[in-house]
């Protein structure tokens, strides 16, 4: 998870929401990302869909069954959809989200018996530092309104 976080730090340094994931198999991170909507103009440049592009790459396979994915916040319906389509085994997250997030607070996605697949899901992991984190540039943000 700290180097979600790190991917986060990248995030806020580029001006966008800090939000980071990696995607870690066997032990070894196999791919990075982190928000780049504001940036690219990209309303799907999510930390978890940009993650989960490199490690299909990488990988050369669109099914990622053995791997961990690491997320300072919260996924998205989007993401948590993805994230089932990839077949991932296990989802980590830092911080809930409570307007958006898709995988414990507003719907449970990667839980669904309904789905094809579903996926583990562990929460709370440096919980207030990606809280902070996100609550900080939130703040600076309004400053500026």
Known sequence: MRAAVRE???ALAKGDIPVGCVIVQDGKI??????LREIKNDPAGHAE???LRKAGHKL????????????????CAMCAGALVLARVR???YGCPDLKAGAVETLFAIGRDSRLNHQFEVK???LEKECQEQLSR??????AKL
């Open 8 to 10: 986060a730090e990248k």
């Open 30 to 35: 196999i791919a990075r990302g982190h928000n």
């Open 49 to 51: 869909i940009i993650a």
């Open 60 to 75: 050369q396979s669109w099914r990622l069954n053995e791997a961990e994915v690491f997320i300072t916040c919260e996924p």
């Open 90 to 92: 296990r989802v980590v």
């Open 123 to 125: 929460s709370g992991v």
């Open 137 to 142: 540039f939130f703040k600076k943000l309004r």
